[in-house]
């Protein structure tokens, strides 16, 4: 089947993909820092195809080299990449890969993330692309950081390097029983060595640190409270910030009077066009002085959840975005000769990242020089944001991301740099700001709502012959159907969101799949075949079968039947190379209308596992996240406001909520690792919902799914707790 | 602006602030201990969590001028000596987080549910800790981390 590949992300309007100026220092100046040993690498153009595999609009990167490996006289390896760790754990990950590569100690690898000043130029951390393309970059500079060590013990001992071996962080020489540590080969070298990036890479299956379940590093530091997180971030005379907002979205400011706020000791107000803050000596001052600023303003009349999917729908393909369609053979006449029909709509409510640390940044001034500490998953991108908003070259402007409090696509943007970049500009002291939740929930970006619209056909016996496919919205991701199916019509439809949304973890592949699982689950009760077969019956990929049968087999499908109490269903999928397939089983309280998840069993397969323990965290962690957004996780709102903006109104995911949980991991170490931070969390809201359906017989076509309202677009408030 | 001497992990410490300020923010913007976390400001996630007597209470909604008689123990005065308490050593045994933002406040409503309960079961425990959120969703290794950190510990061990 041919299906014209999908971008890897979907861009939305608030996002900058403008990455420009040169690099910040001249990486020879790094040896200096660094203090002599050897850097290791490569020309940009190499790294930047390995990278994309796209072009940015005609953005060009300066011909020069990045540093991204660095062995000290010690022994330390230090390691540059400009991805971030935000509890995915690839902090870890990476660094198995270089020492696998490199046969040194895992110990001896630091991880320098997430850093313009210090670590190559890098678009961010989304699209679970982190493993499938920062590894190989990683473990390239590393296999070539050793054939140089071969290379420099071999002149040293006046032998060839074939007759050496690396090991352990040593150039070994066997024959003559010596060895050299890694340290001491290159003490008093200041060495750069510029690789093509053609190194061959050492298989999975000879993996030994990369493939085992090594602990998260630095993981001692998150149970005792030291791991500086951005909003733990403190300078020596910092101030602290906080920005007026406005009532509700696409507002105008009819009148403002901050005379109380400057009465506030210590306070300073700073207006700037639209953009109204103050700084305070301290974060209470700061919040309270925001408090005491009058201002007016007029919110104009805007959608809400009762007439969002209208909305969305009237809009489509007027955003200015360009959708995605793939056509074949002809859906109407397969539909006619049919003899099992089925035509449903499927919505999903806009719902909140909810990162537990909500958006904070530190900014400091230095001359026209700029530091910015903050949580974001594109550090570099935040730098361009600064450098157009300033007017300054991006070598002025230095963003650091410490491993932050998570974003799950929430943190692509830099709002919070900004305000405290603007604020300390005008303070001449660094400011600290931090969003407080109902900021977040209010002024962050949203996982899109959506409309999908599925008609599908198929034969007496089961066979798909017809499947059309439409999203308004909210995207193309996994909109494809892996199953077989002669003749489609799949399109997306981008709307004009009366929302902010972007990115949210797996992007719209939650979304699509929601709604393809559930069709799918629909045609076989249609047809009157069993869920699993009839999936099977209609798929060819190996990989996606395989998750599917070993998902089945652990949770023993089949060999209960559902009863009005409870049900059982299954789902799966594959996006970002990363396949999946899970089984629910619910229990109905029919009194009140709740439903219960009791059991998910998930497989999952994407590659060769770099990690099994860290793998199977994110696949868990994606199944609990995914409970919310399938039960009862949603954004409501009206006139440009948004109602439920606080933990107390807008439910997440508890411990009583998690059911018991059994992930079963494939590893195929003859294939290239794929991402696993997203497809995760496609499956189980589909399997949830036909566990729904076998046991009660009612089909819930919109997310998040509710016994107590099954009507599209009129939630109930979900005051639950 | 009140004076205040807060007893913190042992410590007699004075600040100033206004009284009606949450501990929460008395701590991590005045006190430098950034170890407690900010989650939602309304007693809703957990991740602000601090034990005041030996018993979990979030500091978020606390002003500081309540805390002053009590002694205040954060993450950061769990461990003594280099030695993590039991359960802090079993939150790092299961790598039972992510990000890590919410682990503070679990260890320490976990600390105070197994001062109380030493056995616990398992209901006790999701309910102990039903008003910690993680978002990342690491709520089957807590459990299981409170669950072993429950178990008898060896001589001279503390939770």
Redesign the interface.
Known sequence: MSYRKEPELESFQYEYWSPSGSLSFDRRDFLKVLGGGVLVCLTYDLAWTQESGRSFGGHELPKDVSAWLHIASDGQVKVFTGKAE????IRTSLAQLVAEELRAPFDSIVMVMGDTGLTPWDMGTFGSRTTPTMGPQLRTMAAAARQMLLEMAAERWHVSPDALTAAEGKIVDSQNSRSLTYGELTRGENLVKIVSGQETLTQAAEWKIAGTAV??SE??D????????P??I?RPGML?GAVLRADGFNATLESIDTSEAEKLPGVKVVRDGDFTGVVAP???TAQKAISAIRAKWNVPAQPSNKNIFDVLKASADSGGEEGSKHAAGSVEQAMAAASVKLEKRYTVQYIAH?????RAAVAEWSGDNLTVWTGTQRPFGVRDQLTQLFHIPAAQVRVIQP????G?GGKHTGEAALEAARLAKSAGKPVKV?W??QEEFTWAYLRPAGVMEIKAGAQQDGTLVAWEHHNYNSGSAAIATPYNVTNQLVQYHPSKSPLRQGSYRSLAAAANVFARESHMDGMAHAAGIDPLEFRLKNLTDPRLRAVFETAAGQFGWGRSKSTPERGFGIAGGVDKGGYVAACAEVEIDHAIKKVRIVRVVQAWESGAIVNP?GLR??I??????AIGGALFEEILFADGRILNP???QYC?????D?PR?EVVLINRKDLPSAGAGETGITALAPAVGNAIFAATGIRLPNMPMSLKNNTPGQPEPAARK | MGEFILNVNGAHLRVSAPAEESLLSVLRNRLNLTGTKYGCGEGQCGACTVLLDGRATRSCTLPVAQATSTQITTIEGLETNGKLTAVQQSFLNEGAFQCGYCTSGMILRATSLLHQTSSPTEEQIVKAMDGNICRCGSQPRILEAVKRAARPQPKGETR
């Open positions: 935000v509890g995915q754990n602990p998260k993981g001692r998150f149970v005792t409270g030291k791991h500086t997180y909003s733990d403190s602290f301290d974060a209470f909810a990162p537990l640390e909500p491993d932050m409090g998570s799950y931090v407080t939740r323990d965290n994110q868990t962690g994606a199944i609990v996240q606080r933990f107390s997440l995911p508890r411990f009583s998690v949980i």
